[in-house]
Nanobody, 111 residues
Framework: VQLQASGGGLVQPGGSLRLSCAASGSISSINATAWYRQAPGRQREWVATIISGGTPDYADSVKGRFTISRDNAKKTVYLQMNSLKPDDTAVYYC??????WGQGTQVTVSS
């Protein structure tokens, strides 16, 4: 079972991106899933978590701007990122309980 993250890119400040994290392989569903990010020279930091049947949770730095959601049929978790700031520039990683880490996807916010 693997996690495949996608959707990163270059966006201007104030813009939006939607990241996807899809589970492939023999798995019926994914449970707890989180997004993390790591900026150059900084430690990896938690961004958001979604648990089946639970309330999503967000880091203070993204609360009100980012939305985590899931599509169980597609075994995919999304991170909708709005009002992006240069400080959001980082490699974004997804993590799923029982599976582990996906590869990162680069998000660059710059004019």
């Amino acid at each position: 079972v693997q996690l495949q993250a996608s959707g990163g890119g270059l966006v201007q400040p104030g813009g939006s991106l939607r990241l996807s994290c899809a589970a492939s392989g023999s798995i019926s569903s994914i449970n707890a899933t989180a997004w993390y990010r790591q900026a150059p020279g900084r430690q990896r930091e938690w961004v958001a978590t979604i648990i089946s049947g639970g309330t999503p949770d967000y880091a203070d730095s993204v609360k009100g701007r980012f939305t985590i959601s899931r599509d169980n049929a597609k075994k995919t978790v999304y991170l909708q990122m709005n009002s992006l700031k240069p400080d959001d520039t980082a490699v974004y990683y997804c993590f799923a309980g029982g599976i582990g880490w996906g590869q990162g996807t680069q998000v660059t916010v710059s004019s």
